[in-house]
């Protein structure tokens, strides 16, 4: 930190220079203060007293330290069919936003079109409008009075609504809409740094566009995709608000019950509980990404 | 479909070829034959259209027009991955996710050679190259000139019709530069390919191939040996670009003959060679290499009959091999002259400030018509 009077080898270091080392010394910790103080607030803190809470019998007026609620929460049924649908969402969602994001990432890294703008505007638009009110444009095209069933109707195809707007796919659905971005710009920051050479030098070798794309640029962007499915994840793992407004009560995920638990049964250690089983299940795709990007860096 | 026997080179050739990207033409009407087992180069400044050439060839261009054959088989529409070349890229393009071994297996594999076949040849490439036992190793784990070589590896394992190589020796240093272009030289004839290799560098050029190519904004300015575009170049053009040359101004005084005189500006009448059209009276360049001047010391016997102009050693480059003395010759002006440290240089003969006498053969010096870069010389 300090290399730039380091080298000196003065046998007496004037004060001048010791006040130069202090304010180098200084300086980093200066810059990293605020990120430090916001992460220890803003996640540390709270995670650390969410665990706290978790291990107490009861809260407030805790009597003696257990396990029993993570044994609740990890044992009663009702809880494990949320934890695994909690976690079969946000696996679904990471999937499919994968899936529909590569080629869209695709064409806004390869494309020399002059569309190709506007599309990137399009990717980014969703990100600038409240999720609340992407909820309610999806409620108004999905709801049993809404544009499909409208349209269904009016061309005779149905009698009754289809309820599209209370599955667990109507929140894939929305969950897939607001962080298609993430997962799109992650892919296509990769595309975009891979040599052409590669592909061609791959056809070249004999290897058809889609051998080429299977056997070289796949593998050579799974790093994005991999970046685009930590982050479409996590985010999809924790969601509250778009199971509640597109599953209309019926898709429930650990985020609501933790909020169940803790608000409305005040049943804080159990609903801390869960909290810290969302979290580590969080950590451990986190942990698995590093795992993967250290292999992958190796290279 | 591109002759797919194996170990027989076929040909290549080129017919009014040209290609433009948008309203810029990289290539205009390239027509190019190049013989069987042949080693070419197409040798030029960048922009001048000899790597976009190449990718025609290599189908990674679609040109817009004229027409390209492989052996007899004309491959305008075909697909790169079906015309069986093998390409050595600039930047080599290794597959960084792949291993050694994996990628001079990558072009087998989208053969349908696999298993202990497949590791047979690999091996036998990778020997060839003088890489043997470096299979498992990652590209990134590899020198420049390693990865050069396992990117030639990987162009020859899969025994293509033509193997093109896009500047190749680029990256290296110079020393490595040199054994590679001997080595590439060694392998293509042990294959017995057919090579096609783009570069700017004149002396790589010369050095690497049997023919060499000389491009100028996406035309053909020149082709031949490589003595040919060294002594006899075509045009001002050529001649600056295959090496260093002493440029004098001047005008014809007498032509109408293959040699004839030039009176220079600076006031000399001096000997040269001249190409038919070129007309006493007319403005013209006298290009001479400085290997084709002598320089003797003034009391000293002249080597050559012929014209000895009197002038002062201003200035030498001693180069180890050889130095360059620089010449101040009344009437003519700086003259280069190169001269090989035949007698140790530190003899002293040809000192800075000692009377000299420089002169050349009279075909030695070409003249071009000034302002003129389609002007011919003399051949």
């Not at chain 1, 289809?162 to 971005?181: A, D, N, T």
């Not at chain 2, 002006?333 to 040809?350: F, H, K, Q």
Request: charged letters at 15%; aromatic letters at 6%.
């Amino acid at each position: 930190m300090s290399t730039a009077v380091s080298g000196s080898t003065d046998a007496v270091p004037m004060a001048s220079q010791r006040r130069v080392r202090d304010v180098s010394r200084l300086m980093p910790l200066a810059l990293l203060a605020p990120g430090i103080v916001v992460i220890g607030l803003g996640l540390v803190w709270p995670i650390a007293a969410m665990l706290a809470v978790s291990l107490q019998d009861k809260f407030p007026d805790a009597t003696r330290v257990t396990l029993e609620h993570y044994g609740t929460v990890l044992s009663d049924p009702y809880f494990l069919r949320i934890i695994g649908r909690t976690f079969a969402l946000a696996t679904v969602v990471t999937v499919i936003a994968a899936l529909v994001g590569y080629p869209v990432a695709w064409y806004l890294a390869r494309s020399n079109s002059r569309w190709k703008h506007l599309v990137f505007l399009g990717v980014i638009a969703p990100l600038m409008v409240s999720i609340i009110v992407r909820m309610i444009g999806w409620t108004i095209i999905l709801g049993n009075e809404g544009l499909i069933n409208a349209v269904l109707r009016a061309l005779g195809a149905i009698d009754e609504p289809l309820r599209l707007m209370q599955g667990f796919w109507s929140v894939v659905l929305g969950l897939v809409h607001i962080l298609l971005p993430f997962m799109i710009l992650s892919i296509a920051a990769v595309l975009g740094k891979i040599d052409r050479s590669y592909a061609e030098a791959a056809n070249i070798l004999g290897a058809n566009p889609v051998r080429t794309f299977l056997s070289v640029t796949l593998p050579l962007s799974v790093q994005g995709i991999a970046s685009g499915s930590v982050i479409v994840f996590c985010i999809s793992v924790g969601v509250f608000v778009t199971p509640i407004m597109l599953g209309r009560g019926q898709v429930a995920v650990l985020a609501i019950t933790i909020q169940e638990q803790m608000v409305v049964l005040v049943d804080w250690p159990t609903g801390a509980a869960a909290a810290m089983v969302l979290t580590a299940g969080t950590l451990v795709v986190l942990g698995l990404y590093g795992m993967f990007i250290r292999r992958h860096a190796r290279r | 479909m591109v002759d797919q026997i194996r170990g027989e080179p076929v040909g290549v050739e080129l017919t009014r070829v040209a290609k433009s990207y948008g309203a810029v033409p990289a290539v205009r009407g390239v027509s190019l034959a190049i013989e069987p087992g042949e080693i070419v180069s197409l040798l030029g400044p960048s922009g001048c259209g000899k790597t976009t050439t190449l990718r025609i060839v290599a189908g990674l261009e679609r040109p817009d027009a004229g027409e390209i054959r492989i052996g007899r088989a004309l491959v305008n529409t075909l697909p790169p991955w079906k015309r069986n070349i093998g390409m050595v890229f600039q930047s080599y393009a290794l597959f960084p996710h792949m291993t050694v071994a994996e990628n001079v297996a990558f072009g087998l594999r989208m053969r349908g050679v696999a298993g202990a076949t497949m590791d047979q040849e690999v091996a036998a490439a990778l020997a060839q190259v003088r890489l043997g036992g470096f299979g498992e190793r990652r590209p990134s784990e590899l020198s420049g000139g390693q990865r050069q070589r396992v990117a030639l590896a990987r162009a020859i394992v899969t025994r293509p019709s033509v193997l093109l190589l896009d500047e190749p020796l680029a990256a290296l240093d110079r020393q490595l530069r040199e054994s590679m272009q001997i080595e590439i030289r060694e392998i293509q004839r042990a294959v017995g390919i057919t090579a096609i290799f783009v570069t700017h560098d004149q002396e790589e050029a010369l050095t690497l191939s049997d023919r060499v190519v000389v491009m100028e904004d996406g035309r053909i300015v020149q082709s031949g040996t490589p003595a040919e575009i060294y002594e006899r170049p075509r045009t001002r053009f050529v001649s600056d670009f295959v090496g260093f040359s002493n440029v004098l101004d001047g005008r014809v005084a007498e032509g109408g003959r293959e040699l004839g005189t030039v009176t220079l500006t600076a006031g000399r009448l001096v000997p040269v060679s001249l190409a038919p059209d070129i007309a006493p009276g007319d403005e013209v360049d006298v290009v001479v290499r400085p290997e084709k001047v002598w320089v003797a010391a003034a009391h000293e016997a002249v080597p050559t009959a012929g014209h000895a102009f009197p002038g002062t050693i201003t200035h030498s480059v001693y180069m180890g091999a050889l130095t360059y003395h620089h010449v101040a010759v009344e009437g003519v002006g700086r003259v280069v002259a190169m001269v090989p440290n035949v007698e140790p240089a530190t003899s002293g003969t040809l000192a800075v400030g000692s009377a000299v006498l420089v002169g050349w053969r009279p075909e030695s010096a070409l003249a071009f018509r000034r302002n003129d870069p389609g002007a011919r010389a003399a051949s």
